[in-house]
């Protein structure tokens, strides 16, 4: 059964979305004409996959399921507010969300509310890129202390991701200090250096502006194992911190002794951000009381967590690993925030799952049925942060994609998957509030609305009930 959620009236659509669900899941799941695919996850991997399997594979539909009741992922829950151009790729997204063969069901979750197996008999693909939304720990001595949170959460609160918006972190103090130094570090810092007229154009949610309006913090650390060499965060992040008003960036000269001598040896990026390093190292003024700081650290590695200060092991590198020494060093910190990388979980017992690496065992996006014979799972496939470990930004998401879903259309026109019947009824009485993407619309109009009134580009809800009463649901 088709549902043609884009050309109903939404009463029509909830009504024509029970019936549909008596006989199958999806408006996809009883047409045996179509090749159907299912993705897991919103964000910009499963888009870019939908959009490519969309183009590429006649006669193909894809439904994408969601865990939150809004799509977007990162884009939305991650990205800073102030790098709104980044979130342009939302409009790209869209454009895939109007396909006829498209449909997103949200507040639909894997391993909660449908299992693998579910979708699994009832597509002929399915597409996991469900990302990454857990982080790592540093595993040392008081790591749960209250004063410090997770830079993964902090973002989220920032944000307004459902469930995040109680973080209350402390901003009471002067001094902060993030472990780690990736483009999320910097990012962190960023908000809480900027000056609040500029986060009030944003769509920084109200309950993070409030606090930030009347946070304290004057310093903030970025402590990071290895050198300006091997610095994670890249030349814009940086160069937006160097240009922030009000903020002075400090850097320590002994951390760059052997960097000068290192330069014809680097390749051009690296290059290029080291240079921007050292111009910023050998301009530093004299100190100026009434701004707020920046303060690299390199060569640190964090040690344990003490009352408002964190211990510190100096390191050496020794092939560009850093390498710990008996020296030790205290840095006040009032709050510390931990910036060493997302992780992703396995959320279904039919996922062969890397619990090492945190992602999902695979080869170029098929998934494997176990690690040690490497045999392919077929018809099951990984593409984003859930297939590649949590980095990279959103091309390179965008690129991995299109490569899975190129691996998912050879295998398919190849016959190298069934063309399955669809196997009737699942109980869908408990998706009744199943969120497509017209009652994402409204819950995106009001929240434009939302913004607008408070100039900026839109506020979020950030609870889950107040997102499906928006909706109608
Ligand atoms: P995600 O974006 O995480 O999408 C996964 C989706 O799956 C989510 O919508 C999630 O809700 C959903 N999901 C989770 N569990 C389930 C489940 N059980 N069932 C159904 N759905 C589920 N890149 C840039 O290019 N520029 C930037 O400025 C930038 N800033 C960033 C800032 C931060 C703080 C972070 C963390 C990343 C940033 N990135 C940036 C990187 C970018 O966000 C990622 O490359 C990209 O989002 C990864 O896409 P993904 O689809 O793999 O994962």
């Known amino acids: 059964m088709l549902i043609p959620g884009r050309l109903l009236g939404l009463e029509n659509v909830k009504k024509l979305w029970l019936n549909a669900t008596k006989n199958g899941f999806s408006s996809t799941a009883g047409s045996s004409a179509k090749k159907r695919i299912c993705v897991v996850g919103a964000g910009p991997a499963g888009f870019y996959a939908a959009q490519y399997i969309l183009k590429h594979l006649s006669g193909s539909a894809v439904d994408i399921i969601e865990k939150l009741p809004v799509p977007f992922g990162l884009v939305r829950y991650g990205v800073a507010p102030d790098h709104p151009e980044v979130k342009n790729v939302i409009n790209t997204f869209t454009k895939t969300a109007e396909h006829k063969n498209f449909n997103f069901y949200g507040n639909v979750a894997l391993g909660k509310d449908v299992s693998l197996h579910d979708l699994r008999e009832r597509y002929h693909a399915v597409l996991l890129t469900y990302g990454a939304d857990q982080d790592r720990q540093l595993n040392i001595p008081n790591e749960n202390k209250p004063n410090v949170l997770s830079a993964r959460k902090f973002v989220a609160w920032y944000n307004g991701l459902p469930g995040a918006h109680n973080l209350n972190p402390d901003l009471s103090g002067e001094t902060v200090a993030i472990l780690g130094q990736g483009n999320v570090a910097v990012d962190v810092a960023r908000m809480l250096l900027s000056p609040m007229d500029t986060l009030r154009k944003t769509d920084t949610t109200e309950h993070a502006l409030e606090a930030l309006s009347r946070s304290r913090v004057k310093q903030v650390y970025l402590v990071g194992r290895r050198g300006p060499l091997q610095a994670a965060f890249t030349i814009k992040e940086l160069r937006e911190m160097l240009k922030l008003p009000n903020v002075q960036t400090l850097w320590k000269p002994d951390d760059f002794t052997d960097v000068p001598a290192e330069l014809p040896n680097l390749q051009r990026p690296r290059k290029r951000l080291t240079e921007l390093m050292l111009k910023s190292l050998s301009e530093q003024p004299a100190i100026s009381s009434s701004k707020k700081f920046f303060l690299p650290i390199f060569l640190r590695a964090p040690r344990a967590i003490g009352e408002n200060e964190i211990e510190l092991t100096v390191t050496q590198l020794q092939n560009n690993v850093a390498v ?132 900026k580009p839109r506020e979020k809800f950030v609870d889950v009930e107040e997102m499906l009463k928006v909706a109608g649901l």
């Open 324 to 455: 710990l020494t008996d020296k030790i060093e205290r840095l006040p910190a009032d709050l510390l925030l931990r910036s060493i990388g997302y992780k992703s979980t396995c959320v279904d017992g039919g996922i062969c799952f890397d619990e090492r690496k945190g992602c999902v065992y695979n080869e170029n996006g098929r998934v494997l049925k176990d690690a040690v014979s490497k045999t392919v799972d077929k018809g099951l496939y990984v593409a984003g942060w859930l297939g590649t470990g949590p980095s990279g930004v959103i091309l390179t998401t965008m690129n991995g994609a299109f490569a899975v879903a190129k691996a998912i259309c050879d295998d398919i026109l190849s016959s190298e998957l069934s063309i399955a019947e669809a196997k009737p009824g699942l109980d869908f009485n408990k998706f009744q509030r199943v969120v497509t993407w017209s009652h994402w619309q409204r819950i995106d109009q009001a929240e434009t609305q939302a913004g607008q009134v408070m100039g």
